[in-house]
């Protein structure tokens, strides 16, 4: 009898060893993930952000042309 106790135990430990590696594992590639999708997001933000100022721009200078007439520094 000690001896299925003593196989119980070591079968329980190695299933826990096998479970925090998984566990890691999938932490580990869950962090990859989150930083390269928060990277992603961050550079689209600033594309849509420079894009508004880009259109801001042409517009402002389109309400300029109609004020002040076309401009001649072409």
Not at 21 to 47: I, L
């Amino acid at each position: 009898m000690p001896a299925n106790i003593r196989a119980e135990i070591i079968f329980i430990s190695l299933m826990m060893v096998v479970i925090f590696v998984v566990c890691g594992a999938v932490c580990y590639f869950f962090a990859k993930t989150y930083q390269r999708e928060m990277k992603e997001r961050k550079e689209q933000r600033e594309a849509k952000r420079l894009a508004k100022e880009a259109a801001e721009k042409a517009q402002q200078e389109q309400a300029d042309e109609v004020v002040n007439g076309p401009s001649l520094d072409t």
